[in-house]
Structure formats: C-alpha cells, structure tokens
C-alpha cells in the first residue's frame, strides 16, 4: 500500500518568507508526527499528533512555527518569516494508535527546506 | 528526561557481525526500547524493538539486560548495504508518548 507521502521534495524560499509543508500519512494512522534534521544531525522532534487529542508542541522551535492537522489526516507544517538556521530536511510520520509504549513510526521522504 | 548514548560511528566487514550498544540509564518502567535505521536521503526504518531479555526478527537482534539500562542491536553478517546510521529510540519520559527522542545515532560503515 501507499507510504507517508511529503510534498514538496524540494523547497527553496528568501528569508522572511512563508513556507507550508504538507504531509500525508498512511490511511488509518491515527498517529502523526512532525520531525527536523539539520545536514548531519538527528532527528529533532517537533509535534505529535494523536487521535481528537491536543496536539504535544513542545518540540517547536519557536512561535512562528505552528502544525494543524485537518480531519485526522492530512497535516500542514507553517513556517513563517523564515530564517537560514530554518534550513534542514522536514520529515513526517506516522503509526497505528500506540499500545502502552509500542509503536512503529512509518516516514516519509521528507521535504528538504533550504532558506537563502 | 530519557536519554541515550551511542557511539558516534562504527567500522566493519562484510560477513561480520556487529553490536550497536545504546545507554539509557534513566529508562522507566514501562518503556520500549526501538531501534531504527536510516539510508542517507531517506526517512528513518523501523528494525526492532523490545522490553527486556531478547528479541529476534528476520533483520536483527535485540539484547537487553535485566536492569535494562542498556541495549545491545545485533546485526549477523552484515553486508554493503547495511551501511546507514542507526538509532536507539525511547520515549521522553514525562511527555507524550509521541514526543520522541532519538540518540545521536551510530553510523555504520561496512567495507568489503
């Protein structure tokens, strides 16, 4: 079956400027996640999204960036007024409801965001 | 705050076995401990993931000792295309379930 789809691949933007990424998690996953690497690094946890609950935030870098996720589904990472530090490869995820501590998170390609 | 160390980087042979040791000394009690993989320019790949003692799959094993304050990921005879980097996965312990953290990761490096 279809796989954790991310557009765009590629996004390259001015500083200052707007971004939204979108993601497409598996159908059936309730679970949704939103991640950062920057060139070299490790994944950087960003937003969390479980079923109609809240949404965990805490891993968002600062107040321009903000996460929805529409009908339990598709789900749209907001960068605004972006900044070069803002440059890394977005990557999204998804899984079943978790059990206890059990999960499998299933990604995507990720959206590779370079700000000149 | 769960936390996990890993070595940076690993060498190995093609037809060798390799053992990825993860600490995570603040793990709680009802925690998992997962392993994932990564190819360069791709997202990460579920490997294996367990609670204590040993855990087999067709890909890997995964030992952990009775105070599970580590974590050991087998790879039996690696090949070329194992090379990638692997990370050992826990939860934040006081957050979501899905408020995840990642170690650093170790990249692997098989040579023929």
């Known amino acids: 079956g279809a796989g954790v789809s991310q557009s765009p691949s590629n996004k390259v933007t001015e500083k200052g400027k707007d971004v939204e990424l979108r993601c497409d998690p598996i159908?059936?996953?309730?679970?949704l996640y939103w991640y950062r690497q920057s060139l070299g690094q490790g994944l950087e946890f960003l937003i969390y999204f479980q079923g109609n609950s809240a949404p965990d935030k805490s891993g968002l870098p600062s107040d321009r960036f903000s996460a929805e996720r529409t009908g339990g589904s598709v789900s749209t990472l907001t960068i605004q007024r972006t900044q070069q530090e803002d440059s890394a490869v977005y990557l999204c995820?998804?899984?079943?409801?978790?059990?206890?501590?059990?999960?499998?998170?299933?990604f995507g390609p990720g959206t590779r965001l370079t700000v000149t | 705050l769960a936390k996990t160390t890993q070595p940076i980087s690993m060498d190995s042979y093609e037809g060798q076995e390799v053992n990825i040791t993860c600490s995570h000394n603040n793990i709680a009690t009802n925690d998992y401990i997962t392993w994932y993989q990564q190819f360069p320019s791709q997202g990460p790949r579920f490997i294996i993931q367990?609670?204590?003692t040993k855990v087999t799959n067709e890909v890997a094993s995964l030992f952990i000792p009775a105070d599970r304050k580590s974590s050991t990921l087998s790879l039996p005879r690696v090949s070329l295309s194992d090379t990638a980097v692997y990370y050992c996965l826990l939860p934040n312990y006081g957050g979501s379930q899905g408020n995840l953290i990642f170690g650093k990761g170790t990249k692997l490096s098989v040579k023929p």
């Open positions: 995820a998804s899984s079943l409801e978790p059990e206890g501590s059990l999960y499998e998170q299933y």
């Open positions: 367990g609670y204590k």
């Open positions: 159908s059936g996953h309730t679970a």
